[in-house]
């Protein structure tokens, strides 16, 4: 007499004998969470809500313990960082859950300031391996491939951040006046440069609007720390904003709000009220909106 064999998949087979399988575990991301380098005794990138609740460690273990220049991904799924490793700072990517730690530039000259494009598909960064030494701007593919210089003046370039079209590129620059930073846009089609700041005392660090009307800075223009000041794209109307003192601007993903650090982690609306402190750290990054 012909039998028949049946097969059965695990999960079939966990039914029958009356258990369920483990469902997978949901996905990390990092959308509308604030990602910061947690204090000395944490060691680990931290993110968590922007009102300072549900805070979490990635559990990857960072190069020398520190990380730097946090910028997380367009899609909320992974972090990029300068650490420092063999021959000066490289720039390395982790996934939100703290796997896939990798050296995308292992270059041997400093490399640091990663900043996403917003399609996701490149990175901008400063090095230390442009002409004649130079810190200039690059730009490179999401594996470490690619190395293209994008400025070549003399100076120092850091900082970038990729306008919300792609087209063009804003970083702080020193290349007027050595030791003084000061805010400057290129047009990648182009090469195109212009300088959106000229005052004494260093303007770094500018984050790009998410609408692409605006870009906040820090800035020690008047004596003593740096302050934040928000200005249009042209570089145009250039206000402090109430207050508020700090580095490492970073707008909210509707830009009604924006994060900043001192030492500590604040958040605020863009006229300064509310200020809030929600966590010891530094190098804040706001993940993007919630789809």
């Known amino acids: 007499m012909n039998s028949t064999m ?5 999960a079939g087979i966990a039914m029958l004998l009356g258990c369920a399988t483990e469902p997978d575990p949901p996905e990390v991301t990092l959308q509308d969470r604030i990602v910061f380098m947690g204090d000395i005794t944490s060691k680990r990138i931290v ?7 549900d805070r979490i ?3 990857a273990a960072i190069p020398n313990d520190f990380a730097r220049d946090l ?17 000066g700072d490289d720039i390395f990517v982790v996934n939100a859950d703290g796997t896939g730690l990798s050296n995308l530039t292992q270059s041997g000259v400093e490399d640091a300031d990663p900043a996403w494009s917003p399609d996701g598909a490149q990175i901008a960064f400063s090095s230390a391996d442009g002409l004649n030494g130079n810190v200039d701007i690059f730009v490179m593919n999401l594996d470490g491939t690619g190395r293209e210089n994008v400025t070549s003046a003399p100076g120092t370039d850091n900082a970038p951040d990729w306008s919300p079209d792609g087209r063009s590129i804003v970083f702080d620059s020193d290349r007027a006046m050595p030791g003084d930073q000061d805010v400057y846009v290129v047009e990648l089609s182009t090469g195109e440069t212009t300088m959106l700041t000229n005052t004494p005392g260093d303007d770094r660090e500018p984050d790009w609007s998410p609408d692409g009307a605006g870009i906040l800075f820090s800035s020690r223009r008047n004596i003593g720390p740096g302050q934040i000041f928000l ?6 109307t250039q206000v402090p904003i109430n207050q508020i003192f700090g580095s490492w601007p970073h707008w909210s993903p509707n830009g009604t709000q924006f994060t900043f650090g001192d030492g500590f982690i604040h958040v605020a609306e863009l006229d300064g009220s509310g200020k809030r402190q929600i966590a010891q750290g530094l190098f804040p990054a706001w993940g993007p909106g919630a789809e």
């Open 57 to 59: 460690e990635i559990p």
């Open 6 to 10: 049946i097969r059965l998949a695990p």
């Open 71 to 87: 910028e997380v991904s367009p899609d909320g799924r992974q972090v990029l960082f300068a650490a420092q490793s063999l021959g």
């Open 231 to 236: 200005m249009n794209r042209d570089g145009s």
């Open 47 to 53: 993110h968590m809500r922007p009102d300072g609740t």
